[in-house]
């Protein structure tokens, strides 16, 4: 049994353009039940070693002597096209469809 999914993420390209890639994302085999203790992709993998229900130690919650909170600004992105607008606008609408009529 395969699980798959689609989603899609956006950034900014060339000239202001909105750039979105497709990422496919596919399983074979059955899904997990449980805590994934041991998880292995072809890219990347994931193992817990140590697992405690103790209490964490307050001192991981304290910032470290000399610590200052540094803000930067945040640069605005540039403004969509009115393509990309007009799609941005479409894809919402239609979305709020789905939650009144399903898809």
Request: hydrophobic share 35%.
């Amino acid at each position: 049994m395969g699980v798959g999914g689609m989603g899609s993420v956006g950034f900014s390209g060339p000239n202001g353009t909105m750039i979105v890639p497709e990422v496919i994302s596919t399983r074979t085999g059955p899904l997990p039940h449980g805590l994934i203790v041991r998880l292995k992709t072809d890219h990347s993998e994931s193992e817990i070693v140590s697992l405690s229900t103790a209490p964490l130690d307050e001192s991981l919650f304290t910032p470290p002597p000399g610590f200052r909170e540094v803000l930067l600004p945040t640069p605005s992105p540039p403004p969509l096209s009115f393509t990309d607008q007009l799609t941005l606008e479409w894809l919402t609408f239609r979305n709020w469809l789905n939650t009144l009529f399903g898809s």
